[in-house]
């Protein structure tokens, strides 16, 4: 495994890898070292697509000459709990993707509530999970020209991720389906239902009842998000 | 009516409820948040006797007014603007006794951007996730001042400390910031990194609590295609493919796809957070940090691509040394 350190300003360190698995597991090690109180005090840890970023060390420069030095523990699988998550597959771009797939949109529902996914990282909005674990071949890309307003509760998919709109936004990903589960909940502890490391799985509902089509406009919007949107 | 509690009379183009910031929840999405000019919301606390973690109201350039249903201990800092109490002229950056039932207004910024108006005993919204504070990117906490909108006070703390003299910067001709290069200096070519040193960069109208963004020379990349999506710091310079530095504040999303090519250091936010639209910025790169750049577990001390060869390359580029 390679791994990168990078600076960011004078307290943070981006720790680049290999692959999202490779990012995973170092992210999994460093929250183990933080709970046993072997890593110097650290303000935030953000795992993402292939790096982990920390913010707020006192001395970077001797957590980047001490990783090359650490055994890092292949990805457990099993050590997390599985989140379920019903889901009406009746996005307006679920017909697009399983012509893109080559399939039957019923087929297309079977894959992907057939696949265990599993929260990479998060960003872009609170409780916005980037969901990993659809085969290469079914990634899809995102659409040129994003929507003005996905709805709440929105099941979508881009490039090798999946997510679920915690809320009403912005947003260019293809939408397959919706779900009435609560992502974002900040009375809730932890907030998310999507956590780096969560497992989950989407379950089918039978045919959308008529309550389906209105989702969504009753939260709109303070702001238009910026930077890489989904 | 004297309850601990004050009604937006006039909310200004954006009044919003600010602290210190939600700590901790980066990886859950959620912006630091917090107010963007950290020092004058710390100060206006300590003028009114409160902690510097108290909620103060953030204005943005044209103030706003309140008014209050108990007597309040009052100061305003930050951006400097006239204060008035029932139409009356009042210290700005001083602690200031407002009555009862009493109008106070805090003006137009006659320079700067945002003011702070803290009251004893601070502002009193619902804590989300640990802290007060209204974040403009994903909706978090308060939503921001509204006419008519009724605020509660925490109830009023014990005497007003004296001070002697509050400082205040002037207003700036022109922004001054220093980068530090990384973590995706590598992304643009060594004339994009002198437009960065270099280029005429002015705050654009477009900015907000999200993004200080500029106008100015578009800085050239040495790589094309798009970043795998990465943590964000506070204070970093995301560049969009329009070539534009935007600086990264308070209400920034934690991920992004788009290169960073350096970080400003939290110290001189305060200073951003103020500049009016076409305040000239001059970035001024301080170098990379000298620790080592790349390590490779499978490559142990072979002086290929470990640490050796990372300090030697720092070494060679003249970088100096920050630790």
Not at chain 1, 16 to 36: C, F, M, P, W
Not at chain 1, 89 to 98: E, F
Not at chain 1, 121 to 139: D, K, M, S, V, W
Request: with cysteine; aromatic share 6%; charged share 20%.
């Amino acid at each position: 495994m390679t791994m990168r350190s990078l600076p960011v300003g004078e307290h943070g360190l981006l720790i680049e890898l290999d692959s999202g698995e490779a990012a995973e597991a170092l992210h999994a090690e460093l929250l183990r070292r933080a709970a046993a109180r072997r890593l110097p005090a650290v303000r935030e840890i953000v795992p993402a697509a292939r790096t982990v970023f920390l913010d707020g060390l006192a001395d970077p420069g001797r957590l980047a000459a001490e990783l090359p030095g650490w055994r890092i523990p292949p990805l457990d699988r099993d050590d997390s709990a599985t989140v379920e998550v019903p889901v009406r597959y009746d996005g307006p771009d679920l017909a697009g993707v399983a012509e893109r797939w080559g399939v039957t949109p019923e087929e297309a529902v079977r894959i992907h509530s057939g696949t265990e996914f599993r929260v990479a990282f998060c960003g872009f909005a609170p409780g916005f999970g980037y969901l990993t674990g659809l085969p290469e071949r079914f990634h899809v890309p995102r659409h040129a020209t994003p929507r003005t307003r996905v709805p709440v509760g929105s099941v979508a998919l881009a490039g090798a991720y999946t997510g679920v709109y915690p809320r009403s936004s912005p947003g260019g990903w293809q939408l397959i389906g919706t779900t009435d589960t609560v992502l974002w909940d900040p009375a809730r502890e932890p907030a998310a239902l999507f956590t780096p490391g969560t497992r989950v799985r989407f379950v089918p509902e039978p045919e959308p009842g008529p309550a389906a089509a209105d989702r969504g406009t009753d939260t709109a919007p303070r702001s238009v998000s910026e930077g890489a949107a989904p | 009516m004297t309850d601990s509690a004050f009604v937006v009379v006039r909310p200004g183009a954006l009044t919003t409820v600010q602290d210190l910031g939600r700590f901790g929840h980066a990886h859950l999405g959620v912006p630091r948040s917090g107010a963007l000019d950290q020092p004058a919301h710390r100060l206006a606390n300590r003028l009114v006797g409160n902690a510097e973690g108290a909620a103060t109201l953030e204005t943005t350039l044209t103030g706003c007014a309140v008014r209050l249903r108990r007597t309040a201990t009052v100061a305003v800092t930050g951006a400097p603007c006239p204060v008035t109490v029932d139409g009356r002229p009042a210290a700005w950056g001083a602690a200031v006794r407002v009555p009862a039932g009493a109008l106070l207004e805090a003006g137009a910024a006659a320079h700067g951007v945002r003011s702070y108006v803290a009251f004893d005993g601070g502002v009193e919204a619902e804590t989300v996730l640990g802290s007060r504070s209204t974040d403009v990117l994903s909706g978090l906490g308060p939503a921001p001042l509204a006419h008519d909108a009724v605020l509660r006070l925490g109830p009023p703390r014990g005497p007003v400390p004296g001070v002697d003299g509050v400082p205040h910067r002037g207003a700036a001709r022109e922004l001054v910031l220093p980068v530090v290069l990384g973590p995706r200096d590598d992304w643009f070519t060594t004339a994009g990194l002198r437009t960065l040193a270099t280029g005429e960069f002015r705050v654009s109208a477009a900015s907000n609590r999200i993004g200080l963004r500029t106008e100015g020379p578009a800085l050239e990349r040495a790589k094309d295609g798009e970043l795998a999506s990465e943590g964000m710091a506070l204070g970093a310079l995301q560049v969009p493919p329009d070539g534009r530095p935007v600086l990264f504040l308070a209400d920034h999303p934690t991920t992004g796809g788009y290169p960073v090519v350096g970080v400003v250091p939290e110290p001189y936010l305060a200073a951003a957070a103020q500049a009016v639209p076409g305040t000239p910025v001059r970035f001024t790169p301080l170098g990379r940090v000298s620790w080592p750049l790349s390590a490779r577990r499978d490559v142990p001390s072979d002086g290929t691509g470990g640490v050796a060869e990372g300090v030697a390359k720092n070494v060679a580029e003249g970088v100096a040394d920050r630790d």
